[in-house]
C-alpha cells in the first residue's frame, strides 16, 4: 500500500502548467447502467496492488449491470501519473486511477482528474479533516480517501527489556534512548535516518507543525525551509553527528540486514509497517512491539503520515458517476473496507470502518500485539497532514533524496539541504506557470 514511497525508481518530472484552480469540467454519460443499451457498462480501473481484484470481484458480483475490469499499470508512482498526463490529452485514460495523495493535486492542475461531489454526495460524516484534506481542493472532492497511515514507533521488545528500557514518550527520550542503546552495545542503533523515504521526513515535519505548501486561490506559498522542519532535520543531523543513529537508507539490502540481525532495534515508520516487516526481518517475527510516536512536548498525541492513496476519476471516463459510486463502495462501504482490510491491507480511513471487525485480529507479524489495530485507530485520530500536498512534490521528494543522500555521506547539516529543496521546488512552479512566493 505504500505505492511511491518504497519504490526506487527514478521520478520524473510532472508537466503541470495550470495552477489547481483551473480544473476541467466532464459530463456525465447518458448510456447508463440500465437504460435501453444491451449489455453492463464496463469501468477501467488501474491499480497496482495486490488483492485488490477480490475487491473488484466483491463489486461485480453485487453490481451486475456496471461491471468493473482492473488491469495493474506498466508502471507505478510518478512513472503511471506521467503516462496518465500523456494519455489524457490522447483520451485513453482508464475510468479509474489509483493515486497517491501527494501526487492528487498533480493530477487536478492538469485536469487529468475530474470532481466527484455530486455522485458521492457529503463525505465528511466519515471521514475527519486530515484525511479529507488529502482529496478536497478548492472545495472540491475528488476522491473518497481509502486509509491512513499514522506514523508510530515500533521497537524490538526483547532489546529495550533487556536494557530496561520503555517505548520514548517524546524525542528527548528517543535521544536517550538512543544514547543507551549504543553505549551498551556500539554495534546497536535505536533507529536510522533514511534520504530514501522523503514521506517519511514529510511526516515528521507535519507532526511538528510545517506546511511545505499552502494556496489561496491561483497564489501559491513554499515554505520548506520553515522553522517547524528545520527543528526536525536538526534534531536527527545531530543524532547522525553524534552517531546514534544509522544513515543506512531504507530498503537497501544492508538495512534489511540490520533490521533483521538485531543491529537496528526501533523503527519509525507507519502503520503499514508489519505488512513490510516479513519481508525486510524475516526471523524476528514477534519481537517487535508499536507505539505511539515519540511526541517534541510531553502529553501531545499529534502525528503525521507516511503513505495513503485514494482512487480518483479520470477526465476520459464516458460514466463518471457509475466510477464514483464505485470508488464510494470500495473505500466507504462495511463489504468494501473489509476486503480492502483483509486483502490489500490497508487501515480504512472511513472512521466507521476502523472499528471492523476485521481489525479485531491483529497483523500475523504483530500477533504479540493484540490491541495493535485500537492502537492505530487512536493514532489516525490525532493525525496532522499539510493544508495540500503541491502540484509538484514529486520534484520536491527527488530534491529530498539528493540533497540528504549528500548531507549524510558529507556529514554536513541536514537542515542546509532543506535550502536545496526549496529552491527546487520553488523553481519547478515558476517555470510550469505557476504563481508562487517562497
Not at 534534531?235 to 537496528?264: A, C, F, H, I, R
Not at 482490510?341 to 497483523?363: G, H, M, R, W, Y
Request: glycine fraction near 8%; proline fraction near 6%; charge should be neutral.
Amino acid at each position: 500500500m505504500l505505492g511511491g514511497y518504497l519504490r526506487r525508481t527514478a521520478i520524473l518530472a510532472l508537466a503541470a502548467t495550470t495552477a489547481l484552480t483551473a480544473l476541467a469540467a466532464c459530463g456525465s454519460s447518458k448510456d447508463s447502467a440500465g437504460g435501453k443499451d444491451a449489455g453492463p457498462i464496463t469501468l477501467t480501473y488501474v491499480n497496482w496492488d495486490g488483492g485488490m481484484q477480490d475487491v473488484v470481484d466483491e463489486w461485480n458480483r453485487l453490481n451486475p449491470k456496471v461491471q468493473v475490469k482492473l488491469s495493474k499499470p506498466s508502471g507505478t508512482g510518478y512513472t503511471l501519473y506521467n503516462k496518465l498526463i500523456t494519455n489524457n490529452r490522447a483520451g485513453t485514460n482508464p475510468d479509474i486511477t489509483e493515486v497517491e495523495y501527494q501526487a492528487l493535486p498533480a493530477l487536478i492542475a492538469n485536469k487529468v482528474v475530474v470532481p466527484i461531489d455530486d455522485w458521492v454526495g457529503d463525505i465528511s460524516g466519515d471521514f475527519d479533516k486530515a484525511s479529507l484534506a488529502q482529496v478536497q481542493f478548492e472545495g472540491k472532492t475528488y476522491g473518497v480517501p481509502q486509509n491512513i497511515c499514522p506514523m508510530v514507533f515500533f521497537y524490538r521488545k526483547d532489546v529495550f527489556d533487556k536494557l530496561g528500557l520503555k517505548a520514548p514518550t517524546t524525542w528527548d527520550e528517543y535521544a536517550a534512548a538512543a544514547r543507551t542503546i549504543h553505549q551498551r552495545n556500539p554495534k546497536q542503533f535505536i533507529g536510522n535516518v533514511t534520504a530514501a523515504d522523503a514521506g517519511w521526513f514529510a511526516g515528521l515535519a507535519q507532526q511538528a507543525g510545517a506546511d511545505w505548501w499552502t494556496a489561496s486561490g491561483n497564489k501559491w506559498t513554499v515554505a520548506i525551509d520553515d522553522a517547524p522542519t528545520k527543528k526536525v532535520a536538526d534534531y536527527w543531523g545531530d543524532l547522525v553527528q553524534k552517531g546514534l543513529v544509522s544513515p543506512e537508507p531504507n530498503w537497501s539490502p544492508q538495512w534489511n540486514t540490520d533490521m533483521n540481525n538485531g543491529t537496528l532495534v526501533g523503527w519509525v515508520s507507519a502503520q503499514w509497517a508489519p505488512n513490510q516487516l516479513p519481508g525486510i526481518a524475516k526471523d524476528t517475527a514477534g519481537k517487535w512491539v508499536a507505539a505511539p510516536l515519540p511526541a517534541w512536548t510531553a502529553g501531545d498525541k499529534t502525528v503525521g503520515i507516511w503513505g495513503g492513496e485514494t482512487e480518483a476519476v479520470t477526465a476520459n471516463s464516458k460514466h463518471p458517476e457509475e466510477a464514483a459510486k464505485f470508488v464510494k463502495w470500495m473505500n466507504s462501504s462495511a463489504g468494501g473496507a473489509k476486503i480492502l482490510i483483509e486483502k490489500v491491507n490497508a487501515f480504512p480511513a472511513s472512521k466507521t470502518n476502523q472499528q471492523s471487525d476485521a481489525l479485531k485480529t491483529p497483523p500475523p507479524f504483530m500477533s504479540n500485539q493484540p490491541d495493535y489495530y485500537t492502537l492505530m485507530a487512536q493514532q489516525a485520530a490525532n493525525v496532522r497532514t499539510f493544508q495540500i500536498w503541491g502540484p509538484n512534490a514529486n520534484v520536491t521528494f527527488d530534491s529530498y533524496s539528493n540533497a540528504f543522500a549528500a548531507a549524510l555521506q558529507n556529514k554536513t547539516p541536514l537542515s542546509a539541504a532543506l535550502t536545496e529543496m526549496q529552491k527546487a521546488t520553488v523553481d519547478d512552479m515558476k517555470q510550469r506557470g505557476f504563481d508562487v512566493t517562497g
